[in-house]
């Protein structure tokens, strides 16, 4: 069910801190992020909720921020380093079907895969990749965009994520319909 790949047009939309009406990312993540975790962030674009999750890590802590598309990393690495945050953040440009973080196996505390999924090609794939760089443990929390994800195509990518060595958890405050957190098993 993969979609079309978000143009950088939308990126731009997507950080406009109107957004913060309906989808607040300190309220959606500040729940699991906390000082010193190393987080991963698959399909970051401009980084709406990059520079929060930064914020959130201090200055132990990093965001591995990741993108197909090289104008979304561009955007971001700029307002991180406006924002004196570009210390904590590792921004990667990878290929469509694999994460390419082999380097962080075992390593990552928290993973947030937000508005992404629908646009990723091979789903089990992408969870097995970052089901392996999460510690025993580690948690994946999934947002999909209610617009683009029926809550059909909504439960396959969970089931999706369970066969792959993933185990849904109760969600705290849940912030949506389309929101899920897993832990891996
Ligand atoms: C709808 S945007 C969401 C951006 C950001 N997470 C947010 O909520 O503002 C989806 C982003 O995922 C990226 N993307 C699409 N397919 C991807 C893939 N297979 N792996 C990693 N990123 C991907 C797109 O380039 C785009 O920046």
Redesign the pocket.
């Known amino acids: 069910m993969a979609g079309r790949?978000?143009p950088p047009w939308?990126?731009y939309f997507?950080i406009n801190p109107l957004r913060k009406l309906l989808e607040n990312p300190d309220k959606i993540l500040g729940r699991f992020v906390r000082e010193g975790m190393n987080v991963l962030e698959?399909?970051?674009?401009m980084g709406?909720?990059t520079l929060p999750m930064a914020r959130m890590v201090g200055p132990q802590g990093r965001v591995v921020a990741?993108?197909?598309?090289a104008k979304?990393l561009s955007v971001l690495g700029r307002r991180a380093e406006k924002a004196g945050l570009l210390n904590r953040i590792d921004l990667r440009r990878?290929k469509?079907n694999r994460l390419e973080i082999e380097d962080l196996s075992g390593e990552v505390d928290f993973a947030a895969a937000?508005?992404?999924v629908h646009?990723?090609?091979d789903q089990a794939a992408?969870f097995t990749d970052i089901r392996k760089a999460l510690k025993p443990g580690g948690k994946l929390l999934i947002v999909e965009p209610k617009g683009h994800v029926s809550q059909d195509q909504f439960e396959q990518t969970v089931v999706t994520a369970e066969k792959v060595g993933f185990k849904p958890e109760d969600l705290p405050g849940k912030t949506g319909d389309r929101e899920t957190l897993l832990t891996k098993t």
């Open positions: 790949v978000c939308v990126g997507l698959p399909g970051c674009g709406y909720f990741l993108d197909v598309q979304m990878i469509a937000l508005h992404v646009e990723v090609p992408f």
